[in-house]
């Protein structure tokens, strides 16, 4: 069977979620997508995730979430990271942090779904080796599902583009979140993973990666500490499609998606 993915990139603050709200089933339907991935480290005000913002977004038809190094921005995340194992932090923090960095979950026609939550190491905080921490994830997930999507949360092109030759073959998708900037280079790599270095952002794109142009531009010039408010206007849906051969795990096809709010 061919599975159709819709992966979307990092969501950021209230406009962000209203466009997913207004438009997100619609695009589910359309397209018979059969299971939906979103990065919501920057869901709440542009900075971490609520347990009721989570909730909010599994609404309209989101499956798991993922995070970055973000997760931990409120408090109020913890117990849902304890309880809802649809929302992911990275599986490279420590083995004794809150939550999980993977889940098995079934699609809408009941095939199993593996998704890896990852953060990258160059030019971020120090954290584990997601080289290591992959290979270990793999191990379980591998047993359970044949399907298996990747966040490769980072700031480095050339780490998120190592992570998806390190796992070409065998995963079925590796896509980077955190730059909120789509990249062009989508495609399938030889041994029929498909790979994306970002996704870019669900969010205000007249902004400076969703935060308002004036308050960017007055934290670069004084040097001063600056409210990063969220932006409003412009809004857009990020993501990629990917098909995938259920039975193989291999991906037939990646398309870049973008929906704008007239659309």
């Not at 599994?58 to 798991?64: A, K, L, T, W």
């Not at 030889?190 to 994306?196: H, L, Q, R, V």
């Amino acid at each position: 069977m061919k599975l159709n993915v819709f992966a979307i990139g990092d969501i950021v603050g209230k406009p962000g979620r209203n466009i997913l709200k207004d438009k997100l089933k619609g695009f589910i339907d359309r397209e018979d997508i059969h299971f939906c991935i979103a990065n919501g480290e920057n869901a709440a005000a542009g900075a971490g995730i609520t347990e009721d913002i989570a909730t909010e977004l599994f609404s309209y038809g989101i499956d798991v979430i993922t995070t970055g190094d973000h997760v931990w921005d409120k408090k109020e995340v913890l117990h849902a990271l304890e309880t809802n194992k649809s929302i992911l932090r990275p599986g490279n923090y420590s083995p004794l942090a809150i939550g999980k960095g993977y889940i098995v979950k079934k699609s809408r026609h009941g095939e199993p779904m593996g998704v890896i939550n990852l953060l990258g190491r160059v030019f971020m905080k120090p954290i584990d080796c997601p080289f290591r921490a992959v290979d270990e994830i793999l191990k379980s997930v591998s047993r359970e599902a044949n399907v298996i999507f990747v966040d490769m949360h980072g700031e480095a092109t050339s780490e998120k583009m190592a992570m998806g030759r390190y796992l070409d073959g065998r995963v079925s998708a590796v896509f980077g979140t955190h730059t909120h900037v789509p990249t062009a280079d989508e495609q399938i790599l030889p041994k029929g993973t498909a790979f994306i270095s970002d996704l870019g952002m669900t969010g205000p794109h007249e902004s400076i990666l969703g935060r308002k142009i004036e308050c960017v531009l007055k934290a670069v010039l004084t040097q001063m500490p600056t409210r990063f408010d969220v932006a409003e206007n412009d809004v857009r849906i990020n993501g990629i499609k990917v098909v995938v051969d259920s039975q193989t795990g291999k991906a037939e096809g990646i398309k870049r998606v973008e929906i704008r709010e007239g659309n």
